[in-house]
């Protein structure tokens, strides 16, 4: 029995710092870091980077490109709380650092 679903996969590609996310197009000009973008308010991802690890994770709890979601950051501190296909995620700043983000 694998750990996998078997509906989600991740598809990355490798960018040239070795990294990979999974969109081919570059994120728009206004794209940021979620670690930075921390607001309440909506979001839309436009690229996850990271190793294939992070990548893989973030496609199984349903954070990928074109997903948008809501923030639910305290002003304080270095994690940030989404909400995601109807659930909420607390993600450490290591791995709000790989998912870009542009306003809804």
Known sequence: MTKNHPDISCHCHRGKNGHCFLQEQPCPVDARPLSKACRNGRVKVCKIGGSRKICAKMAHLGVMPGTEMELLCPRRGRQCMIKVNGGTLSLDEAT??????TTV
């Open 96 to 101: 709000a650092d790989n998912i870009f983000v």
